[in-house]
């Protein structure tokens, strides 16, 4: 498809020799130039290697890792230190050039479209700010040739979306007179389609955000693109205002047309409402924040502070109407997020003026607490973040360096969620807008295969069905669609195939009919042997019945263990179409109210109960996002039983490389303490930001990455914090307890990984992100040092290849087909709840395919 995002391939060049701190010469790097061709810059091997379980094959290698990244891993003359140094510096290779190439811009500024240069014109504020001036001021200079563009001028990917809807606004209430039509260089930067716009606007905003320092005064600042509380009737043509008996505007209400009428493939819809309301100003919406917040964050200075997410969400679409009105009914309620965080972002400041800022923020929070309310302080490697009592709101603060708040909202993964707050105005992307208006997100393959350090992060089931629950479903585009039947033969699929197994056929409605039809039957198999209104899972007896008399399920009985793959989301039901859909179809049979899927708004029992948490991905299953223990917030929630849950999360993980070390070492360790610190806590900020309350994570990893992680991340340190070489600098120190401390090179050894209150922040420099995202690689690898050598590496290159930062997806058209071609692993409809197999008949004797015990919960490749 033409408007497929297809991204420059990493090329290894002279600037990666730049980035390599070691010494050795780089083989693996020169291995991959000598095997690029001129057809497609690259040569894969003819036969990707493969797990296997069950007769079926899955790729060791992520299929949304590069393309050069794959031919990395899929060499195998490699040793482990020297595959994840040259996967280092392939990494940093290809960021390199994507910054040379931002620099080549001429500028960060909206440009000259036909005889029109914006750079000369002059408007009362932000571009977009004021859109009907904006336009008349636009409509004032344009020449022959800008106005023989007619309505397509407005449809120009750099102009504000504002913008856009005013001049076609404009444009449809002007009769014109046929004229010759201008022919532009920028004809394929003209959108009709509102939809295929916002893509390609959007990757606009992510340039200009990429080189700020040359951008316009009309661009310069990160608000320009967006979109206000005020804007919004002058984007939804549609709109109506919702007023009291005395004339007062009391929201603005967003009358959706029928489903039927939106362009593409919808899914997850049942719960789509007719109407949205929303605040009418800012004003509004600064009451409704400070009731849902309960005012916890009152005195706050908010400068280089930015609040986005759910609650921003949550109070834009609770305007105050009375209970009497005729619209009361269908608003939103405020208790629908109840339990949604403030998640806060921290831009435009180094770590030492971050941290400040975080202790501000927890100084705020605790002074408006209530007399003798608790407080806890709880620290990990992604996040900080405030605790009190249920149902206060805790602040999570996310430690990434983020350069505006436009790029906090680019990095969004749903559409709906692409909102914040800045202490005085709301701000969206204009994907946030169109899923208000349509009540769909629309799908990219950022969704599946986006970075948290990238371009716009991958989502997780559990928020694609959170959102469905609240009306908001997914919507594929018609040049999505389009591009399937490019595929339409077992040749053009084999080519992309990457060694995954992909259905022959791949039209949306025969795969998601068919998944329906399997989710049915497996419906029935369960009904059959009675489901007793609670998990199908071992242990059995965990989990209290629920009261009802029909049948209740959880997401996880539609898979087992066996259902895994190499892609960065793991087990999720996200990895492919097919799967996906047995899901919505379980999801849709719970609307039709046919079954019982308890969820966090009904019973916080079966909140987790997704295939992830379940089946686990490691011996500490997957962690979450936030890297904490699983814990109840709600009226259960008690700071003590959540300080002793993390100290038994941390115990965990030193258990757990305690068991590894003993598989590596003939002298007895029991005696040997290991320190572990994935989480800490305290009653204060500037305890928690102590060197004592620092992340210490255990970790197994060759001697040669850590002298190349340490001298890396050191050199890294020292340039973006300006220090002399005289500051005492070591992230990674041998353990005391390790028993590998003469094995020689190429030995494995055990050493604390140290996360202090300035390693802790993401987004300082991409080698430290790039280490980071390896040495967590290594971590995954080694959970389990049982499994062998050679099996290992495989679970290294999955490994490496799911994590390293994927800063966009690199050709969408491909990686696209192959999601929807994709097969899962359960093809018949056998029961696959296999912790029920394994407790009934004692299945404990069988290996699966990454050398670990089927049915131990700590099995597979993560």
Not at 237 to 250: K, M, S, Y
Not at 666 to 689: C, F, N, Q
Request: aromatic content about 8%; proline content about 5%; charged content about 25%.
């Amino acid at each position: 498809m033409n408007e497929s995002r297809v991204r420059s391939q990493a090329t290894a060049t002279s600037s990666c020799q730049v980035i390599d701190v070691s010494n050795e010469p780089n083989i693996l790097l020169s291995r991959l130039d000598s095997g690029m061709t001129k057809q497609d810059n690259i040569v894969m091997p003819s036969e990707e290697p493969r797990y296997e379980r069950g007769g079926k094959h899955r790729p060791v290698v992520s299929t949304a890792a590069s393309a050069k990244l794959r031919t990395l891993l899929l060499g195998d003359e490699a040793s482990a230190a020297d595959l994840a140094k040259a996967a280092v510096n392939l990494q940093l290779a290809a960021w390199e050039k994507t910054k040379a190439e931002a620099e080549l811009r001429q500028d960060a500024g909206v440009g000259k479209l036909a005889d029109l240069d914006f750079g000369r014109l002059k408007f009362a504020g932000v571009l977009g700010e004021n859109a009907k001036e904006d336009v008349e001021v636009i409509l004032g200079a344009m020449g022959k040739g800008a106005r023989g563009l007619g309505r397509e001028f407005w449809t120009w990917e750099r102009v504000p979306y504002t913008i856009r809807c005013a001049g076609l606004a404009v444009a449809k209430d002007v009769a014109e007179r046929p004229r010759k039509k201008t022919r532009v260089d920028a004809g394929e930067q003209l959108l009709a389609d509102v939809d295929e716009w916002v893509l390609k606007n959007e990757m606009y905003l992510r340039s200009i955000s990429r080189k700020p320092s040359s951008a316009t005064p009309q661009t310069k600042t990160w608000m320009f693109g967006l979109i206000r509380i005020e804007d919004v009737p002058g984007v939804v043509p549609g709109h109506a205002p919702v007023r009291d008996d005395a004339g007062a505007t009391l929201a603005v209400k967003i009358p959706r047309d029928p489903l039927s009428s939106l362009p593409g493939y919808t899914i997850l819809d049942a719960r789509r409402v007719d109407a949205v309301y929303l605040q009418p100003t800012s004003d509004a919406f600064r009451v409704r924040w400070g009731i849902m917040t309960d005012g916890i964050l009152t005195g706050l200075n908010w400068d280089n502070v930015f609040v986005a997410g759910g609650v921003v969400l949550g109070a834009l679409l609770t305007p105050e109407i009375p209970p009497k009105h005729a619209d009361a009914p269908h608003v939103n309620k405020m208790d629908e997020w109840k339990s949604s965080d403030i998640d806060m972002y921290v831009y435009g400041l180094g770590p030492d003026l971050a941290n400040e800022k975080i202790e501000h923020i927890a100084a705020t929070y605790k002074k408006n607490l209530p007399d003798g309310a608790p407080f806890l302080v709880v620290r990990n490697s992604q996040t900080v973040t405030l605790y009190s009592e249920w149902p206060r709101r805790r602040v999570q603060i996310v430690l990434k360096l983020i350069g505006s708040p436009r790029e906090v909202l680019l990095n969004f993964d749903l559409d709906i969620c692409a909102a914040g707050f800045d202490g005085s105005n709301v701000f969206m992307l204009p994907r946030c807008v169109r899923a208000l208006d349509t009540g769909t997100n629309v799908f990219t393959m950022d969704l599946i295969n986006g970075h948290y350090l990238g371009d716009r992060k991958a989502t997780r089931d559990k928020r694609v069905f959170k959102y469905a629950n609240k009306g908001y479903g997914i919507r594929i585009l018609p040049m999505y669609i389009a591009a399937l039947s490019t595929y339409s033969n077992r040749k053009k699929l084999s080519a992309i195939a990457r060694g995954e197994r992909l259905y022959a056929e791949i039209t949306l409605p025969k795969i998601a009919s068919d998944s329906r039809s399997w989710t049915q039957k497996i419906i029935s198999e369960y009904e059959k042997v009675g489901t007793h209104n609670r998990p199908f899972h071992w242990p059995h007896g965990a989990y209290p019945p629920v009261k009802s008399d029909k049948p209740v399920f959880s997401h996880a009985m539609l898979e087992s263990y066996a259902q895994v793959t190499s892609e960065p989301l793991g087990r999720s039901c996200l990895t492919g179409f097919s799967l996906l859909m047995r899901h919505v179809a379980l999801w849709e049979e719970e609307v039709n109210g046919n079954i019982i899927i308890p969820t966090y708004y009904m019973d916080r029992i079966f909140e987790d109960l997704w295939a992830t948490d379940t089946y686990g991905e490691g011996p500490l299953q997957q962690v979450a996002y936030d890297d904490s223990p699983p814990y109840a917030w709600d009226e259960s929630f008690s700071i003590e039983g959540f300080a002793r849950a993390i100290d038994g999360f941390n115990e965990k993980e030193a258990s757990n490389v305690q068991e590894n070390l003993g598989w590596i070492s003939e002298s007895p360790l029991e005696d040997k303490p290991i320190s572990a610190a994935r989480t800490t806590y305290g009653s204060t900020i500037s305890e928690v930001l102590s060197p004592k309350k620092d992340i210490l994570i255990p970790i197994l990893i060759p001697e040669d990455f850590l002298e190349f992680a340490n001298e890396m991340t050191v050199q890294a340190l020292r340039r973006a914090l300006n220090l002399d070489q005289s500051v005492d600098l070591e992230p990674l120190k041998p353990a005391k307890t390790d028993p590998q401390d003469d094995e020689g090179e190429g030995s494995e050894k055990l050493v604390i990984w140290r996360l202090d209150k300035v390693l802790n922040w993401q987004m300082l420099d991409r080698r430290i992100d790039e280490v980071r995202e390896a040495l967590w690689a290594f971590h995954r690898t080694n959970e389990r040092m049982v499994v062998k050598g050679d099996q290992r590496m495989k679970l290294l290159k999955t490994n490496i290849s799911r994590r390293a930062i994927r800063t966009t997806v690199e050709d969408e058209t491909e990686a696209f087909v192959r999601w929807v071609a994709r097969k899962p692993y359960h093809e018949s409809t056998k029961l696959p709840a296999m912790y029920v197999l394994n407790e009934d008949y004692g299945m404990d004797d069988l290996e699966d395919d990454d050398g670990g015990n089927n049915y131990d919960n700590d099995e597979d490749d993560d």
